[in-house]
């Protein structure tokens, strides 16, 4: 096997014929739309295989003689660029692959391409002169071959594109009169690209595939493409780690098949980095914040339709009264996120910044292992054991991130005012001044806001509750601020 290819999956290629495994029901169905004339779409989070399962769908329709276009909204602005785009698609895939009938293919198509490419027409015309277009070379009554489009990457469709909604009530119409089939790929339902529930829409004409990882028996079926033989014990661990994700079992396969350890260093890039892609896509969506809030403390905080769409992407299982991510590794970079970038804005900083500080000064007075020392009265040896348990797992598991992380980022809040307070004298006095009082006050009127914020509650908290505590936190910044300590929370330490 080439080191550099991997021949599960072209991480930016979809696969097809042979190399697609698995969505046999999905295919089936799909197949069956197309045939009928009807519309579907598939939707899923990044890399889930929506392109795959499209392609593999014309592919097999391209055997039983139907003429299938794909379609890219690629540098599409407009309804009429759209049909345009559509119409030369359409005519490269009638194109034969003899060489001597393409010639005669270009003079039977050459007064459209002419007038696609002179023509200023409207939206309305493109889509009349489209219709036209399908008529004559695809009519519904006759034995020559019926046209399937995919448009791949429906999303961009709501990207800087004039006539959205207008375009896809368009396609709701094409549907229902059965003129073509279509394929929409899309990380967003339709509910969401066309912002509306009524029973007129496109999402109530087509149906929905939900993209979700691969079931067990698929998963083993892709598992089974292994050259090396891949023992129990490993198949255990490649699906802990992905949950059958195909993207995510295709790379731990290839690295099984160079003889690759399955170690922290040669998969958590790679992961971290496509987590982040579900990041950005669900902060497309306005939901990344109730995601984590729900991945992480398990609060439901979403509306009807929400949660409905939401769950249609299955990175959540419901275990009892908990939620768990889809797999143990994504729900550890969640928890790693979180302790990372808090979940809160003002207070969050405000904590981070103290805990950076109080970490930095205790660790220049009384050493790198200060922590361990902190005596029962401060800290009880339960919590700081936890916390030290917490804090070494995560260096274990995310190398580097010491330099990012502190042993503080991984205890609970109170205990931050606890060490001011133990340690004021020996230590903060001289940095802070003679207000511990005043302090340790603040920290305490913060406790209750900051759970509730941290645990999805903020809905509990009144305009005037975050007003005070925002205050509060310009007070507790305002000794840092004097203290010369910078916004993240290092002083330069001096002999």
């Not at 660029?81 to 194109?95: P, Q």
């Not at 339709?190 to 007129?200: A, G, I, Q």
């Not at 109530?204 to 698929?218: C, E, G, M, Y």
Request: glycine share 4%; net charge neutral; aromatic share 12%.
């Amino acid at each position: 096997m080439n080191d550099e290819k991997n021949s599960f999956l072209d991480y930016s290629n979809p696969v097809t014929g042979s190399s697609f495994v698995g969505r046999k029901e999905d295919l089936d169905l799909l197949i069956l739309r197309c045939k009928k004339m009807l519309g579907s779409s598939i939707t899923g989070i990044p890399k889930i295989g929506k392109t795959s399962l499209a392609r593999e769908a014309l592919r097999r329709l391209r055997e039983d003689n139907f003429v299938c276009a794909e379609v890219s909204l690629e540098n599409v602005t407009d309804r009429a660029g759209l049909y345009k785009k559509i119409i030369r698609s359409c005519m490269n895939a009638l194109e034969p692959s003899n060489w001597l009938l393409k010639n005669f293919h270009r003079l039977k198509f050459h007064k459209d391409r002419v007038k696609l490419r002179n023509a200023k027409l409207s939206g309305d015309d493109m889509c009349v002169y489209f219709q036209e277009f399908v008529s004559y070379h695809f009519p519904s009554n006759s034995d020559k071959p019926k046209l399937v489009l995919l448009f791949d990457d429906f999303d961009k469709i709501r990207d800087h594109f004039n006539g959205a909604v207008t375009c896809m009530g368009d396609l709701r119409d094409f549907s229902q009169n059965h003129m073509f089939s279509f394929i929409l790929t899309a990380r967003r339902t339709m509910r969401m690209l066309e912002e509306r529930t009524d029973n007129s829409t496109l999402a109530a004409t087509v149906h929905q595939f939900d993209l979700r990882p691969l079931s067990q028996s698929d998963f083993s079926a892709l598992l089974g493409r292994s050259s090396r033989p891949v023992t129990p014990q490993v198949e255990k661990e490649i699906w802990d780690m992905t949950s059958g994700h195909p993207y995510l079992t295709s790379y731990m396969l290839f690295l099984h098949n160079k003889g690759d350890s399955f170690s922290h260093d040669n998969i958590r890039h790679f992961f971290s980095t496509y987590y982040q892609s579900i990041h950005s896509m669900f902060d497309e969506l306005d939901l990344y914040q109730k995601f984590r809030f729900l991945a992480i403390f398990g609060i439901l905080h979403l509306t009807t339709t929400e949660k409905e769409e939401f769950e249609k992407y299955g990175l959540l299982i419901r275990n009892g009264n908990t939620w768990n991510a889809f797999s143990q590794d994504y729900d550890d970079f969640l928890q790693n996120e979180n302790l990372s970038v808090p979940l809160m804005d003002t207070l969050g900083k405000t904590e981070r910044r103290f805990r950076t500080f109080i970490c930095q000064q205790l660790s220049a007075k009384n050493g790198v292992d200060w922590f361990s020392r902190v005596p029962d009265d401060c800290i009880d040896p339960k919590s700081r054991q936890e916390i030290s348990d917490r804090y070494n797992r995560t260096l274990n598991k995310y190398p580097g991130a010491e330099n990012r992380l502190n042993v503080l980022d991984f205890s609970y809040f109170p205990h931050l005012s606890a060490l001011l307070s133990h340690y004021w004298t020996s230590v903060f006095r001289p940095i802070l001044g003679d207000d511990k009082k005043k302090i340790t006050r603040i920290f305490d009127k913060l406790i209750d806001p900051r759970n509730k914020e941290a645990h999805g509650l903020n809905f509990l908290l009144s305009p005037k509750d975050v007003q005070e505590y925002n205050q509060l936190c310009d007070e507790l910044n305002s000794f840092l601020d004097k203290a010369g300590i910078d916004e993240d929370g290092y002083a330069s330490l001096t002999e």
